[in-house]
């Protein structure tokens, strides 16, 4: 039988006690903000809803909850600051620097699941182009809002995205301070006015959609049950609804009040010589269809329908 000295045995009982101490302290997320005083503050994400703010509704709105831990449990944040800022990626020269959007007072506060204070944060788009001086032609699809949050203790001391690490930024704190919400096109109904049709055909000898000699034209089928039918009158086939002749064609149409939906539908592009434009009452082009284009519903650039 071997014998083991006491020295042994209380040995592998400290080391034993340590491992387990350590696995039971290293599982509180406080214990990282207990061992790196000088970083005070975690704001940690627990979930965010609407990430996206649709173009033209001011009451859209980028959305988080957070979890405030400190080494007071929260008790030492004197308020939480919410910043704006603005990045113009769709070629223009709107971008602007944050700017301090608001400030959340502690009464705001609730209390979550792990005992630790949280909060819910909704920020709008027509809130956030208030603060920065955006009207609604400068604010396009494609663009991006940032909402950069700080913690103000208080003692005076200050935490947000500059004082972050890669641990605290990670999965297990999701603490990054600052979150980007894109400006979307969705679709929507069609906004009223006239609208014009431009019509080519590179041939030369009018539009040849399904047959050899013509065949029907684009069509919009509108919620309210019209439908309007645009096209370049063939040499080969006569219809009603043509327009221009040979190489062009031009066709317009008011679109009325309460339209729901708009339905365009190309048939298809016999030979491989039809293009089309489709021009929204401000000007803008929503649609660009080239030559060659199978046939099927046509995709319109909604977000144009706000220019």
């Known amino acids: 039988m071997k014998r083991y000295s006491n020295k042994l045995i209380m040995t ?9 101490t350590a696995c039971q302290e290293g599982d509180n997320p406080i214990d990282f903000i207990n061992e790196n005083e000088t970083r005070g503050a975690v704001l940690r994400t627990i979930e965010i809803f609407s990430p996206e703010l649709p173009i033209g509704d001011a009451e859209g709105f980028f959305g988080l909850e957070a979890e405030i831990q400190t080494q007071e449990d929260g008790d030492n944040v004197d308020f939480v600051e919410v910043y704006v800022a603005f990045n ?112 080519q055909d590179s041939f030369g000898d009018g539009w040849q959609t399904t047959t050899g000699d013509g065949g029907p034209g684009l069509t919009l089928t509108l919620s309210t049950g019209e439908v309007f039918e645009f096209l370049i009158c063939s040499d080969y086939e006569a219809n009603a609804n043509c327009s221009g002749g040979g190489s062009a ?12 939906s708009a339905e365009w539908n190309f048939p298809g592009d016999f030979y491989g010589e039809i293009s089309f434009q489709i021009i929204h009452p401000s000007g803008a082009t929503i649609a660009d269809v080239g030559t060659g284009s199978g046939a099927g519903p046509v995709v319109i650039n909604y977000c144009f329908d706000y220019d």
């Open 88 to 199: 113009d990626n769709t070629g223009g020269t709107d971008t602007k620097d944050e700017a301090l959007h608001e400030t959340i007072d502690p009464s705001e506060f609730f209390i979550g699941e792990f005992g630790y204070p949280r909060f819910r944060s909704e920020v709008t788009l027509g809130a956030m182009q208030a603060t920065l001086g955006l009207n609604n032609s400068q604010v396009r699809g494609g663009d991006q809002f940032r909402i950069r949050y700080e913690l103000v203790l208080d003692d005076g001391r200050r935490y947000s995205f500059a004082d972050n690490t890669g641990t605290l930024t990670g999965s297990f704190f999701r603490s990054p301070f600052l979150y980007s919400a894109d400006v979307v096109c969705p679709p929507i109904g069609p906004l009223p006015g006239v609208y014009t049709v431009e019509m």
């Open 12 to 20: 592998v009982l400290a080391g034993t006690a340590l491992l387990f």
């Open 249 to 260: 064609g031009t066709a317009t149409f008011t679109m009325p009040d309460g339209v729901e």
